[in-house]
């Protein structure tokens, strides 16, 4: 039996959870295949630092909390970003941007909902707006 090295297993890991995050931001179940609605949702946090996304699934009793970096990571207008400024994106595991995983939004309007999130991009701050669904309203450099 094969086993993996330590750093084939966090290449993996990484992987495997940006690719199950893909599917979810398209809107398919990564369990059953089913449609899947996915939404900021303020009220579903559990902690005071957190907006997660919450996905739920038209079929089977599977959803998903995520937090919004982490379905922007998927987005080709985010990785453009980080290919522009030559940082290689692809090839970091997602934990290691902050903004991916641990940095929550902050609310700019609540009806309708618009949220932002700042990236870090080399030395350079960035700030993405997105609406209730994560579809991505405007950058500001």
Do not use: K
Not at 66 to 73: F, I, T
């Amino acid at each position: 039996m094969d086993t993996y090295t330590l750093q084939e297993f966090v290449d993996a890991f990484s992987r495997r959870t940006r690719a199950y995050f893909r599917q979810a931001d398209d809107g398919i179940c990564p369990f059953c295949a089913h449609s899947l609605s996915t939404e900021i949702q303020p009220s579903a946090a559990t902690q005071a630092d957190e907006i997660p996304v919450v996905g739920n699934c038209s079929e089977c009793p599977a959803g998903i909390r995520a937090p919004v970096g982490l379905l922007l990571s998927n987005r080709p207008r985010i990785q453009s970003l980080f290919a522009d400024s030559e940082v290689a994106f692809r090839e970091t595991p997602f934990w290691e941007f902050e903004w991916c995983t641990f940095a929550a939004p902050t609310i700019q309007q609540t009806d309708p909902l618009v949220a932002s999130l700042t990236i870090e991009v080399a030395d350079t701050s960035v700030s993405v707006l997105v609406n209730s669904r994560v579809e991505i309203l405007e950058i500001q450099y």
